[in-house]
C-alpha cells in the first residue's frame, strides 16, 4: 500500500543554515512522483518540488533541493540557508501512475528558524 | 489564476447535524481529494474522485460521504456531526494524467462541531 512518512515532528534551526526534512515512501509500483510542500501559519498549501521516480537527476528549485535516494525509497528535502520565512509546516507526498492516482501524505514537519 | 475554492473558511454546526462542505475548481481537473488535517496526523485523505459520479475511498472514509454530479465540484458530506470530526478539511484537485503535476489546494474549512 501507499505511505509516506516523516518521522520529525519538528526541527529548529538556526538563520543561514542548511536544513534536511526527512521523508520515506512505500510504493509498490515502479512509476510514481514525490512532492514537497510547504503550509505557512496563513494555512494555504504552496507547492515545493518535484521528483519522478525515473529522473535521473535530484530536483532542484532555487533554495530547495531534493536528496532522492530511490533504493532506500527516501526523498529528503533539503533547504539552503534557511531564512526566517522558512518557518512553516512541511508535507511529503506521493502519487502512484496505477490506479486512480490518489495522493497521499506524510504526518508532516513544523520547522522553525531561530534568528 | 488558476482556482480551488472551498464555500466556508470557518463552520460551526451541532452534534447530529448534516453538514456540506463544498469545493469548485475551474481548472477542469478529472481528480479530485478530500482530506482532514489534524495535528501530528498530517493530512489523510478521506475520499477521492477521478472523474464525475466515481468516488473512491481514501484511508479514513467512516462518517463521511461524497458526491461528484458535475467536474468541477466535488462535496463532502457529514451525514451526522460528531465532535470527534472538528478539524480542518482541505479540497484539492489534479489533472487526470501526468504523475509530475502538482495537486491544487483550496484555502481549507475549519469546522467545529459542538
Known amino acids: 500500500a501507499q505511505k509516506i512518512t516523516q518521522t520529525q515532528p519538528g526541527m529548529f534551526v538556526q538563520e543561514k543554515e542548511a536544513v534536511t526534512l526527512d521523508c520515506t515512501y512505500d510504493?509498490?509500483?515502479?512509476?510514481?512522483?514525490l512532492f514537497w510542500y510547504k503550509q505557512p501559519s496563513s494555512g494555504e498549501m504552496i507547492f515545493l518540488i518535484y521528483q519522478g521516480s525515473y529522473d535521473q537527476q535530484n530536483a532542484t528549485e532555487g533554495r530547495y533541493s531534493l536528496n532522492f535516494q530511490k533504493a532506500r525509497k527516501s526523498a529528503n528535502l533539503v533547504i539552503s540557508a534557511s531564512q526566517l520565512g522558512d518557518s512553516a509546516m512541511y508535507f511529503c507526498a506521493m502519487r502512484e501512475t496505477q490506479g486512480a492516482q490518489k495522493l497521499v501524505f506524510g504526518q508532516g514537519t513544523r520547522l522553525t528558524i531561530n534568528p | 489564476d488558476v482556482k480551488v475554492t472551498q464555500s466556508s473558511r470557518y463552520l460551526v454546526k451541532r452534534t447530529g447535524e448534516k453538514v456540506f462542505l463544498e469545493c469548485v475548481q475551474d481548472m477542469d481537473h478529472e481528480n479530485m481529494f478530500w482530506y482532514r488535517q489534524d495535528p501530528g496526523l498530517g493530512l489523510r485523505l478521506i475520499y477521492f474522485?477521478?472523474?464525475?459520479?466515481?468516488?473512491e475511498k481514501g484511508d479514513i472514509p467512516e462518517g463521511y460521504s461524497v458526491s461528484r454530479e458535475k467536474k468541477e465540484r466535488f462535496s463532502l458530506i457529514l451525514e451526522s456531526a460528531s465532535t470527534n470530526q472538528t478539524s480542518m478539511y482541505l479540497c484539492a484537485s489534479t489533472p487526470g494524467t501526468g504523475v509530475n503535476t502538482e495537486a491544487f489546494f483550496g484555502q481549507g474549512t475549519r469546522l467545529t462541531v459542538v
Open positions: 474522485s477521478y472523474d464525475v459520479k466515481m468516488k
Open positions: 510504493t509498490s509500483d515502479p512509476s510514481y512522483g
